[in-house]
């Protein structure tokens, strides 16, 4: 979706021109995001990171610029081998194998990038997996979405361009979190960057060469692009459909960023596997709504509690996997304040000692003076303001006594 992303081009330049300044004001501060971080367990955060563009000039952009060429060549060859599979298999079919998509996010998590997956981890990527496949097969059985004959070399040819084209959906999405975690590069500036890039491939590159492929229009892999000008030229209702679908993958593209960049790949394609129940809940709307006469949407059929079903796993999975990054929050947490244990628990033989002062004054005993050994790990502030404290206390009880 090349066009989508060169539209944050404006906002990712914004957010560039921003980042000099942002940087002089926090200068020596904890970044507020830190904790954040290292929820996925990832043991590397932008903090920590240098900058692509560091070092400033053309060098350091063209690094950039090679950086990011990579995750859009996956991208793009990701689409086209979907476009593929799509004429060779159905659309139930592919719903059964989307799930391969959060397992493969999982694989290369913990292969690439060093991602600790704990046990609520894997069960939610397992859960996501069977939740996904019971929507496809509920779309199987109730006889939905049934395509064109096709042989068995076709299928077989549609499931490996299919499982293939997941794979490497997986694999832009891991590479675009180890760009913004690692390489320092911020969201809106990956899309936007990607959509140049895409943009110039698609239309220097593949829109030429599938326009002289043979083959008839809509066969294929054959694509005449001048057919489809004049096609949204006629149509104002469908030009208006195309603009608007543009416009909104804008926000739905720098959500995905920032999902991507704050709880991880994996995590984001567990909640893309959500829109599937959004789906289904306006295909019912608009079927019952009467929509064009009946003709759009989706009806209840006896296989609809099945879909239901898996949408409970699916939606059950994220919770599952969310848990699992809280827990991860929670270790992290508790071995940083494990570092700082010994400061934080240094005041414990001042308290007693004090203590200690008060209960020989209440006894009527003369209290010892500077006899406390002090505590280990506090430095003499701390020990005098202990000290002090004792003092005032005495001085307190003594009042009393002495009248």
């Avoid at 239901?308 to 827990?327: K, M």
């Avoid at 005993?365 to 202990?386: H, R």
Wanted: net charge negative.
């Amino acid at each position: 979706m090349p066009l989508p992303q060169l539209l944050c081009l404006p906002l990712a330049l914004y957010l560039e021109w921003r980042k000099p300044r942002e940087v002089e004001q926090t200068a020596g501060k904890e970044q507020p995001h830190e904790d954040k971080l290292k929820v996925t367990g990832d043991s590397s955060s932008s903090k920590d990171a240098t900058p692509a563009t560091a070092n400033g000039g053309w060098r350091s952009w063209l690094r950039v610029w090679g950086l990011v060429m990579f995750p859009t060549l996956l991208s793009i060859v990701g689409m086209a081998l979907l476009s593929i599979a799509l004429l060779n298999v159905t659309v139930s079919v592919w719903q059964m194998l989307r799930g391969l998509e959060v397992l493969f996010a999982a694989v290369l998590g913990v292969l690439f990038l060093g991602r600790r997956l704990n046990g609520f981890h894997r069960t939610g990527v397992a859960l996501t997996v069977v939740g996904v496949a019971v929507v496809g097969l509920s779309y199987v059985l109730s006889g939905g979405a049934s395509p064109e004959h096709t042989t068995t070399a076709q299928m077989l040819l549609g499931l490996g361009l299919g499982v293939a084209s997941l794979a490497l959906q997986a694999a832009t999405l891991t590479v675009e979190e180890h760009l913004m975690r690692r390489e320092a590069i911020s969201g809106a500036m990956l899309m936007a960057l990607q959509g140049a890039i895409g943009s110039v491939i698609l239309v220097g590159v593949i829109l030429p060469v599938v326009y002289y492929l043979p083959g008839k229009e809509g066969e294929g892999i054959h694509e005449d692009t001048l057919d489809t000008l004049v096609m949204l030229s006629n149509s104002p209702a469908l030009l208006a459909v195309v603009v608007l679908d543009v416009v909104m993958l804008v926000p739905y593209q720098l959500v995905a960023m920032a999902v991507t960049y704050d709880q991880g790949a994996v995590f984001l394609t567990i909640m893309d596997s959500l829109k599937t129940v959004v789906v289904w809940g306006v295909m019912l709307v608009l079927f019952y709504a009467g929509a064009a006469g009946g003709t759009l949407g989706e009806k209840w059929s006896n296989w609809s509690w099945m879909q239901v079903g898996g949408f409970v796993v699916i939606i059950t999975a994220a919770f599952v996997y969310g848990h699992g990054d809280t827990l991860e929050a929670d270790k992290e947490k508790l071995e940083t304040e494990g570092l700082q244990g010994p400061q934080q628990g240094s005041s414990c033989s001042s308290s007693s000692a004090a203590a200690g002062k008060d209960a020989d004054v209440e006894a009527g005993l003369q209290p010892e003076s500077d006899s406390t050994p002090p505590c280990e790990g506090n430095d003499g502030d701390e020990q005098q303001l202990a000290l002090g404290d004792a003092v005032v206390r005495i001085t307190a009880v003594r009042g009393p006594l002495e009248e």
